[in-house]
């Protein structure tokens, strides 16, 4: 199973609080050493961790070239009317650097405690469905009149759109149940899971077949669908074959050690790219 999408290479880093400059530093470090994309984890709720959409605005300002992203960002504490003018403010002032991971959420004791809502499966798809519609309808500054969507957990009803972002921010979903999976095959611009979720490659691929299934059923295209992939593991030889034969195009390397980081850009980065290119070869002979 390989899409065809030539490999991209970055970093999945956690918000600490207790050293933010280093937490920035970091960042510009990835970016530095020639990674892709920069992206945090975002759980509001921790008190150990900054917030993770003030943290992508100061890193932006700090950074020239990379992608920044949540890996995901909470949608239950987070209003997607006012998070779709966050996204296009910071992708006019990066200059077109922003991606939107978005997740249903998860730690609902946690979100509950902070004052947000708590949802089954079933209600957190949903909402998840309504949230993108107001958000890409807010963007959408080409179209006529003003917003007006009515849900059950999500509602704009006469808002403004815009501001429009600077170029088209693609929606990457956190995801691993059927009915979130068939969601993104519909609607999402990517797919962006933990690779350490899943028990066997196996259910990897089973996730793409799924969404691969609803996207075509859809009318779309899967290989339009960005295949992304949190994991901890660095070795070329297992990279290049989740990219030949599990669909993965991109690699966000879970570290929070700048040795580890440049090493992974440096090193692993370009060799999984020369794998995956011979292989390619291999196929197309």
């Not at 890996?71 to 966050?86: F, G, I, Q, Y």
Request: net charge negative; charged share 20%.
């Amino acid at each position: 199973m390989d899409y065809g999408r030539e490999p991209t290479f970055g970093v999945f880093m956690t918000p600490f609080a207790a050293q933010p400059q280093g937490t920035v530093e970091l960042a510009v470090h990835a970016e530095r050493v020639g990674l892709d994309l920069v992206t945090f984890q975002d759980h509001p709720y921790q008190p150990r961790f900054l917030d993770t959409w003030t943290l992508l605005s100061y890193v932006a300002a700090r950074t020239e070239r990379v992608t920044l992203a949540g890996d995901v960002l909470n949608l239950p504490l987070r209003l997607p009317a006012v998070l779709a003018s966050s996204v296009a403010s910071l992708d006019l002032l990066s200059g077109g650097r922003v991606a939107l991971g978005l997740g249903a959420g998860g730690f609902w004791d946690a979100i509950v405690a902070v004052g947000g809502p708590r949802r089954t499966p079933g209600e957190a798809v949903d909402a998840l469905e309504e949230a993108i519609g107001i958000i890409r309808e807010r963007w959408d500054t080409t179209a006529p009149g003003g917003v007006f969507r009515q849900g059950k957990y999500y509602s704009a009803v006469g808002a403004k759109r815009g501001p429009a972002p600077a170029h088209g921010v693609p929606i990457w979903i956190g995801a691993y149940r059927p009915r979130m999976l068939a969601l993104i095959g519909r609607l999402g611009d990517g797919w962006l899971p933990s690779l350490g979720r899943y028990e066997s490659l196996k259910e990897l691929d089973e996730g793409h077949a799924r969404i691969d299934e609803s996207a075509l059923a859809a009318g779309r295209d899967p290989a339009s669908i960005r295949r992304l992939a949190n994991l901890d593991a660095s070795d070329p030889d297992f990279l290049a074959d989740l990219a030949l034969s599990h669909g993965i195009d991109t690699f966000l390397f879970a570290s929070d050690d700048p040795t580890a980081i440049e090493r992974f850009a440096r090193g692993t980065a370009p060799e999984v790219r020369r794998l995956i290119a011979a292989g390619r070869r291999i196929t197309a002979g």
